[in-house]
């Protein structure tokens, strides 16, 4: 599985890098990646990229987002999350499209309702999906 962006290459936003850990609440236009510790809530109508070295704690609302790291909490993305092989992921999913390479590791519920596309209407979406309260995986 490979991570292709629609956008142009120079559009990431911003990186957290490994040894890095950032607490609170997190917000971007295009591209995020992250290689360190990020703990509290993401919110965006762009990509989220957890590298193999990330480790997120907290409430993803993102369009889509792609794990090769660790992930924890509540993730609601409006178009796709994959999980890569070296992926770890214990949360529960919203999305309408999800991709597991083999050797990757899931635990969690995973709720999958398709969007209805029109120009400009998955990021609303986004904004729109309210947070969990206190969700805890598997519970």
Not at 52 to 69: L, Y
Request: one cysteine or more; aromatic letters at 8%; glycine letters at 12%.
């Amino acid at each position: 599985m490979m991570f292709k962006s629609s956008s142009a290459q120079g559009d990431l936003n911003g990186f957290l890098d490994a040894g890095s850990h950032m607490t609170g609440e997190l917000h971007f236009e295009d591209t995020f990646r992250i290689d360190g510790k990020f703990t509290g809530s993401v919110v965006s109508d762009g990509d989220l990229i957890v590298g193999e070295k990330g480790d997120v704690d907290g409430e993803i609302r993102v369009r889509r987002v792609f794990v090769s790291g660790t992930v924890r909490g509540v993730l609601r993305s409006s178009e796709r999350v994959e999980i890569t092989a070296a992926g770890k992921v214990m949360a529960d999913l919203y999305t309408p499209s999800l991709a597991i390479d083999d050797g990757a590791f899931f635990e969690g519920r995973c709720s999958m309702e398709r969007l209805e596309k029109t120009s400009g209407e998955a990021g609303r979406k986004v904004a729109q999906m309210p947070f969990a309260k206190s969700v805890k995986p598997g519970s």
